[in-house]
Nanobody
């Protein structure tokens, strides 16, 4: 599955952004999905995830209560609503997917990343 992430930009502290991740030419049916981010000089961090079965969501402690992961009814677009942004949220955000039955547990489909910068 090919992924395309978009929606990043420059926002002031306390502001909001909504990231989108579209599946090219198909839906996300059968895939677990996630948002990751990587800031300069830091390791990649999984921000949020949503499972195919049960649509179970999870969040990194650093974003709980501020970020919300969701999907559209057509199951071909995933969103990350980000509220209460702070400078520590500045990073390149990536969407990723893996087949729900994957035994490795690794996300092996990645979007190209979208830059989020939080600054006054």
């Amino acid at each position: 599955v090919q992924l395309q992430a978009y929606g990043g930009g420059l926002v002031q502290p306390g502001g909001s952004l909504r990231l989108s991740c579209a599946a090219s030419g198909r839906s996300f049916v059968g895939y677990d999905l996630a948002w990751f981010r990587q800031a300069p000089g830091k390791e990649r961090e999984r921000v949020s995830a949503i499972t195919y079965r049960g649509r179970i969501t999870s969040y990194a402690d650093s974003v709980k209560g501020r970020f919300t992961i969701s999907m559209n009814n057509g199951k071909n677009t995933m969103f990350l609503q980000m509220n209460g942004l702070n400078p520590e949220d500045t990073a390149v955000y990536y969407c990723a997917a893996k087949h729900f039955a994957s035994t490795s547990g690794e996300y092996n489909f990645w979007g190209q990343g979208t830059q989020v910068t939080v600054s006054s």
